[in-house]
C-alpha cells in the first residue's frame, strides 16, 4: 500500500480537529449566519459572544434596534436572527412582523417578560418567530452553561427551519361592527 492510501493519518488528525473545535462537525457545509438584535449593547455582545463560541456559528452582524436589523436582514442576509422584544425606535414584534413579510428569516426571539406578559410570546409566535427564550437574571436556577447550551440549540434548530413569506389581510367590517364575509 502506498503512502495515505490507508488514511491512517487523517482520521485521528480530524478527530482531534473536531474535539478542540478547530473544524466544524458539519463538513463541508459553511457556518450558521446570525444576525443579533438587542438594544443593550451588554446583552447583545454576551449573546454574540456565545454564538461565536461555537464551531458551526458566525455573528454576522448587530442591530441596536428593529429598524436597523431591517435594513441588516435585507444587506446580510442572514441565516437566523435573535431579536430582542423590548428596543426603542421599532420593537422586536414590529420587526418581526416586517421581516417574516420582506425577508422571512427564522427569527428566536428574546424576552425578558415573565408569565405576565406570556401574550407578548404568543404574539411573536403567532407572528412567526420559531422559538422563544425568556432572558434569564443569574439568580434563577438555571446554570449560566444551560442558558448557553439552551441558546445555541435553538438558534441551530432555527437554521434548519424554513419559513415562508407572511401576508397580513385586514378583515373587513361593516357599519355594525360584523366582519362580512
Keep these: 500500500m502506498g503512502v495515505g492510501t490507508s ?3 487523517f482520521w485521528p488528525r480530524l478527530s482531534r480537529l473536531l474535539r478542540d473545535g478547530k473544524v466544524s462537525e458539519r463538513i463541508g457545509a459553511r457556518k450558521i449566519r446570525v ?32 429598524a436597523e436589523a431591517l435594513k441588516m436582514v435585507e444587506d446580510l442576509n442572514p441565516d437566523v436572527v435573535t431579536m430582542d422584544v423590548e428596543m426603542p425606535v421599532m420593537d422586536g414584534l414590529t420587526s418581526l412582523k416586517h421581516i417574516m413579510v420582506r425577508f422571512p428569516v427564522p427569527t428566536v426571539m428574546i424576552s425578558s ?12 409566535l403567532r407572528f412567526g418567530a420559531v422559538d422563544v427564550i425568556a432572558r434569564r437574571s443569574s439568580s434563577e436556577n ?37 366582519n362580512r364575509g
Design 7 to 9: 488514511g491512517s493519518w
Design 142 to 178: 438555571e446554570s449560566l452553561e444551560a442558558q448557553r447550551a439552551s441558546l445555541v440549540a435553538k438558534v441551530k434548530r432555527a437554521a434548519s427551519i424554513r419559513v415562508e413569506r407572511f401576508s397580513y389581510r385586514r378583515s373587513q367590517t361593516s357599519a355594525c361592527g360584523l
Design 113 to 124: 417578560f415573565t408569565w405576565e406578559g406570556a401574550r407578548t410570546i404568543f404574539d411573536a
Design 35 to 66: 444576525l443579533v438584535v438587542d438594544d443593550s449593547v451588554f446583552m447583545g455582545m454576551q449573546v454574540a459572544g456565545i454564538l461565536n463560541e461555537d464551531a458551526e456559528i458566525e455573528v454576522v452582524g448587530r442591530a441596536m434596534n428593529g
